[in-house]
Every structure is written in C-alpha cells, then in structure tokens.
C-alpha cells in the first residue's frame, strides 16, 4: 500500500512547532528527526515520557522511521511499568527528564547537533505499520492493549482537523494542556499538528497565568486544547485572557453554561471532541449550539442491550463505549453519561456526572466530586450509598448542603459531604477511583458534614 506522508507541511520552512515563542521550521524537524533514528536504541518498543511537546514527537517520528512501536499506557505507575515489560520485554524509556527513575532501560534526549541540513523530502510511512499501542486499564487492573496503525490514525485526525476548521490553509498554533502520551493530546496535540500544516506548542503550561503568558507567545491564529477542568479554573481567576481564535476541550462533557462563558472570555467558538482511549476521536459538537454529537462521516454507533459500540472509519475494531448513548440518526447522538456513573438509590436513577455538575455549579465550590461510597455494610445490603468531596474554602458545610439541596433531589445529597484542599486530579483532570478511595481512606483529617449519619450504618 502507498505511504502516507509524515508531515503535511507544504515548504522546508513551514512552522512545526514554536518553543518559547521561537519557532521551529519542518526542515529543522526532519533533520532532528533523522539524527534522532540513528541514535536511538534497536529494540523494538519504545515508552515516549518526554515532557517537552518537541521532543516527544520528533522521538515519535524517529520511531516511526525506525519501525519501533510507541507504548502510551494511562498511568506510569511502577506496577503499570513492571506490567508493561511483560508485555514488551524490549521496551526502554526516552526521557527528557535527568531525574527519571523508571525502571527501564533509559534512553536520554540527546543535544542533537544543527549539522548541515538534509535535502527537503518528506518520509512516507506505510498505512498498515503498527506505530502505538495505547493502554487502558481493565476490571482487574491490568494494562489492555489497543492498536494504532498509521493510516487510520491519520484518516482519524484529518477528519478532526476538519471539523475544528484548521484545515483552511492558514497556519494556526495550539497549545495544549494536556500531556502528548494521553489519548486526546496524541491526537489533538501531536498528530493533528503533522497532518493539517499546523504548528504545536512544546511547552504545556498548567497554571492559568503560565497558560496566558503561552498563548501571548504564539502568533494568532492560535488554538488552546483543553479539559473541562482547566478551563473552569482558568475561567476562575481574574487574570486577563489574551484572544485567541479556537477552544477545543475532550476527556468528559462540558456544560452549556460553561462553554458560553469560555466563548465570551476568550472571545472564540469552542467545540468538544468525543472519542475513548481504545476508538480515538470519533464525534464532535459546538457545545453552545446543540446538546447533539456528529459522528465523523464513516464511523457508526450500534446499540445491542443498552450498549453502544463504535465500528468503521478509522476505528481498529468493533469496540464497545464506556457511555450510555442515546442515537439520534446515523451520523448524531446524545451523551447521557457514562456507563458506571449511573446509580440507582431507592428506586431513583441518576448519574454523577449530573451530580457533580450541580456541586461544581454553586458559587464558591472550586472544584469538587460525588463517588460511589466503599462501604461494606451497604454493599451487603444492596444499598448504594454516595459520598462527596468538595474543595470550596469560603463556605460551610450547613449552607453548602442547603444550596445543593435546592439543585438535585435530596436522596442523592452525600453523607458524607467532605472538604479537602484539592482534589487528587491526573494530569488530564480525571479522578482514578483508587485515587478518590485512598483519600477516602483518609478522610479522619477531612472536615465531614454528614447530615448526621455515620461513614458506615
């Protein structure tokens, strides 16, 4: 089959990436990448942690050239880590950081000489190479490989270049929020950058000022990629929010109120994308305008027993959603939420994340999240019982409670409702379960409001 291009820059001196504000041309990045290839290590299997966004594509084009197979696993973890070398007992580490205490065979970043430049010639890359495999964690905790091979990776993030219009012949920048080793940040960050001629941000600022101060650096126009939670506490601050001219946000679903008002402080349109670690992206929506998805054009949703599942396009295999879906025609859908966020307490459905909308939406509630209590007793007795912790410093419990209770039916207020001082949130803003349980765990130092019943009755 024909190769498919690395890059989609048209010129040697096309922008792939601007680091400091400095921009960094497609010929420079070819050739870093070429050095990088003859330089890296011969096994097979590579695990990318460099931090910087450059860095980690150019090894991510080295491996490519060099035929190695990314491994971009959810969580770096020493267990995950002694679990993926049973997977792949080649893998080593490229790191960027001098400190990496993995234990894997390392592989530093190397100070790649300027050298004289190659001739201008763009490598293809066959379309049935395995180039990733991407990890989620199963019910037993396990690391589950899922496929990635080139063509349909590139099929997948021209599709979404085209619906986040980035695709029209300008050059745009983006700066992303979250690491390139995540599902969304691979795609959104890395892969559409090479595939529309656009450029990417090497940094990935965290706190708001650090995000202004980046967004300030590139030349418009210019995109910010995003979560839900990073928009919400950048939003919170009163810092000045430099124009930019696109928001894009992924990894759970974002409120009308929220999305209006990002668009009115960034003076932009905003589009969500939905997609799952094993699919990649596969819908989009203008979050303002509609409550509806609309697939990309050749992936399909089929519902069998309640379950939604994902096949065609440039999906790998027929794969089931971890959401319930609710299809609307062929090409739309309504998300109602996620499959395990559906709870039942005495005899009244409802979901934590409509839950935790309604806490996060109180004034004075910086952050908070309902989860589903580990309690023995109740799980004896089939009774599901929720809990919740909430960052919110300049409010009471008492009063807390009582605005709650105006938004949501009391059978779902928590008990307890504890406050801490944040959340123990993953770099792309999500709460693993087993993070919430050992903070649980610890919740003797929390300050409980608990409308008078015990942790455990």
Known sequence: MAGVALIAHGSPDAVVAYRAGIALTARTFLADVARLAICMPASGHVLNTCSDRYR?????AASLLTKKVSLLPS????????????????????????????DLPQFHYPDLPAGELSPWDIPRIDAQQLVAYVFTSGSTGVPVPHKKTWGRLVACVREGAQRLGVADGRSYA??????????????????????????????????????????????????????????????????????????????AALSPQLALEAERRFGAQLIEIYGSTETGQIASRRTVMTPEWQLWPEVRLTLESGRAWAQGGHVEQR??????????????????????????????????GYLNHHLNAIPGVLDGTFFVRDD?????????????????PSLDAASLLEQLRERIDPVFLPRPLLFVERLPRSATGKLPREALLSLAAGASNCAPADLGRPWAR
Do not use: W
């Open 56 to 60: 980690f594509t150019v090894g991510f």
């Open 75 to 102: 969580t770096h973890s020493p267990q995950f880590i002694r679990q993926l070398t049973q997977f792949a007992p080649d893998v080593f580490c490229l790191t960027d950081d001098p400190g990496c205490d993995f």
């Open 174 to 251: 983006l700066l992303g929020t979250v690491p390139a080793q995540h599902m969304y940040g691979f795609e959104s960050t890395v892969l559409t950058c090479l595939q529309s001629g656009n450029a990417l941000c090497a940094e990935r600022p965290f706190y708001p000022v650090d995000i202004c101060a980046r967004l300030a650096q590139l030349p418009r126009p210019r995109v910010l990629i995003t979560t839900p939670i990073h928009l919400r506490t950048l939003l919170g601050t009163d810092i000045e929010l430099p124009p930019i001219d696109l928001i894009v946000s992924a990894t």
């Open 319 to 352: 794969t089931p959603m971890g959401d319930v879906l609710e299809a609307k025609d062929q090409q739309r859908f309504i998300l109602l939420g996620r499959t395990e966020d559906l709870v039942n307490i005495a005899g009244k459905r409802g979901s934590l």
């Open 376 to 392: 023995e007793a109740g799980a004896a007795a089939g009774v599901t019982r929720l809990a919740a912790f909430v960052v919110a």
